[in-house]
């Protein structure tokens, strides 16, 4: 059976790269009826924290990668790595060496922090990386890739303050779960060479590797914080749908023909690691933007509003009317890429008083539009709001009457409905807000203007 892990260490935020490798990790194991395990690489002492910790799994866990056994935790092994590494030591694998202290080495804590039986004061352990054989990966991604020995280091795998090292815990760790296919970002490739040595020493069977080629920017510089958001938290936060994002994750760096949307079932059957790229995949935020906004249209407007709700509750708006947020959102759905934008979008709709401000219709004709106000409260006051139409004849009337053109006036009426310019149709505005709020909008406006 197939199985693969994602080992994400909690010293920072989940990068929405690290996502992308769980994802296909996820999806290979799946996709040929295999397990997915999650195992928690924190034997950092010093720079993780739960926190982090608890942000990575509940983030893993709200886009569906959940893992098929307890998640594992590095930190509750060290015993376990403290055998290995002893074993190497008897087998010649590994050799005690004398902390230098350099120039670079001088600030280093030497202090112990994991008292064990192997630890020497001021000493790490090495392990004897073999330099007789080159090794050539038969990696997923790039094909076949050769290291040569003479590039190979004695690695340390037991620092001078107790701590095993990454390239030791992985491996043994690896090992222990069984994993037959290690699938991660192209940066590890340096790390490859000796975790295969080291897979050899102790006895073990070596995995099928599978480097993915990292994520970058639109500037094809590799994707960092200066991008904007790159933790998976801030997005799920934003109101980016897990549909979405997994959607537009799968597909940098993999693509089925021109195919944009896939559900989770039809990429379990579709998926195939022989057809994601060897270059670098460009993250692209207009594009995952497009796709959110897809994926919200294409849903309910009741579960849309219902979505919302807890943004617009951070706003400090409490639903009383829930039809009347549903209407909302069907006027402008279309106009925003994530529900935290949405909601803030939206908020004039619930205020009982709008904020003028002319700084934002600097092309304002103030007189005209104190007319237009008064033509068209006359015609709102008469009307019974029965639909629509009935809305859109009174405001053509209105047009009509002062030799105007729509456009002459529709900006003074978005204007006083919403305080904004950019808006939905005239009509469905008013049919939106009711007959109550909109008089009061267009009275509120008109007061406004003459009092300048």
Not at 53 to 66: E, K, V
Request: proline share 2%; charged share 25%; aromatic share 10%.
């Amino acid at each position: 059976m197939i199985k693969t892990r994602f080992a994400p260490s909690p010293t920072g935020w989940l990068h929405i790269g690290g996502v992308r490798t769980a994802l296909f990790s996820w999806l290979f194991a799946k996709s040929q009826g295999g397990e997915f395990y999650i195992r928690i690489d924190d034997t950092d002492i010093t720079r993780s924290t739960q926190e982090f910790c608890d942000s990575i799994i509940s983030a893993l866990n709200s886009l569906g990668l959940t893992s098929d056994q307890d998640i594992i935790y590095q930190s509750k092994r060290f015993d376990i790595y403290i055998d290995k590494i002893e074993l190497l030591l008897k087998q010649g694998f590994a050799y005690y060496d004398k902390v230098e202290v350099t120039e670079k080495t001088k600030d280093t804590n030497l202090d112990i922090q994991y008292e064990n039986r192997l630890n020497k004061i001021n000493h790490v352990i090495r392990f004897k990386n073999q330099r007789n054989e080159k090794i050539i990966l038969k990696d997923m991604v790039h094909d076949d890739i050769a290291f040569e020995p003479k590039t190979f280091h004695d690695v340390v795998i037991l620092r001078s303050n107790g701590v095993p090292t990454y390239n030791l815990t992985s491996v043994v760790d690896d090992a222990a779960m069984g994993i037959t296919h290690i699938i991660r970002g192209d940066d590890h490739l340096s790390n490859t060479a000796v975790q295969v040595n080291l897979f050899n020493a102790l006895g073990y069977g070596v995995p099928v590797f599978g480097h993915l080629p990292m994520i970058h920017g639109v500037d094809g510089k590799r994707l960092s914080k200066r991008h904007g958001a790159v933790d998976i938290n801030s997005f799920l936060d934003d109101g980016y749908l897990v549909e979405a994002l997994i959607n537009y994750l799968v597909k940098t760096g993999w693509s089925h023909g021109d195919d944009e949307f896939f559900t989770l079932d039809e990429l379990l059957k579709l998926f195939n690691i022989d057809k994601v790229t060897k270059s670098s995949a460009i993250f692209d935020y207009d594009k995952l933007n497009w796709l959110n906004q897809h994926y919200i249209k294409s849903k309910n407007i009741k579960d849309v509003a219902d979505m919302i709700l807890p943004y617009l509750t951070s706003l400090k708006i409490n639903i009383a009317d829930s039809d009347y947020l549903e209407n909302i959102l069907s006027l402008g759905i279309d106009r925003d890429y994530n529900l935290k934008d949405i909601a803030n979008g939206m908020t004039h709709y619930f205020q009982e008083n709008l904020t003028y401000n002319l700084d934002n219709f600097s092309q304002i004709d103030i007189e005209k539009s104190k007319s237009v106000l008064k033509n068209v409260l006359v015609k709102i006051e008469a009307n019974e709001f029965k639909n629509k139409e009935n809305i859109n004849i009174d405001i053509k009337q209105v047009s009509e009457d002062m030799s105007l053109k729509f456009k002459d006036i529709g900006p003074v009426i978005r204007f006083a409905l919403t305080a904004k310019l950019k808006a939905p149709s005239i009509d469905e505005l008013f049919f939106t807000l009711g007959k109550t709020r909109s008089l009061k909008r267009l009275n509120d406006f008109y007061t406004f203007i003459i009092n300048l």
